[in-house]
């Protein structure tokens, strides 16, 4: 079973930039898709961006074109470029790997780094 770590969390100013990292303990590249949630005080959880096994990517309206996800098969890392940072931002970003395997799907879950953006 892949564990995945997050890191690069903290407290950024409004309008600041944060790089999240997230590094398997396994290859990432028989993942389906890697992706970045989060979940805001009172919220659900919800997707922040995915990326897939060949690089296409998808993100939430709320976050297009300030943020970038990106994937290191090399590394067995994927990373969340955060810039113009909001404090509608703020919330617990969860690093998640999935792989579909004869229709079923297996979904794992890292621990997740707090966020804060300061107005």
């Known amino acids: 079973q892949v564990q995945l770590a997050e890191s690069g969390g903290g407290l950024v100013q409004a309008g600041g930039s944060m790089r999240l990292s997230c590094a398997a303990s396994?290859?990432?590249?028989?993942?389906?898709?890697m992706g970045w949630y989060r979940r805001a005080p009172g919220n659900q959880r919800e997707l922040v961006a995915l990326?897939?096994?060949?690089?296409?990517?998808n993100y939430a309206d709320s976050v297009k074109g300030r943020f970038t996800i990106s994937r290191d098969n090399a590394k067995n890392t994927v990373y969340l470029q955060m810039n113009s940072l909001k404090p509608d931002d703020t919330a617990v970003y969860y690093c998640n790997a999935l792989k579909l395997v004869f229709g079923s799907k297996y979904d794992y879950w890292g621990q997740g780094t707090q966020v804060t953006v300061s107005s």
């Open positions: 396994q290859s990432i590249s028989g993942f389906d898709s």
């Open positions: 990326i897939s096994s060949w690089g296409s990517t």
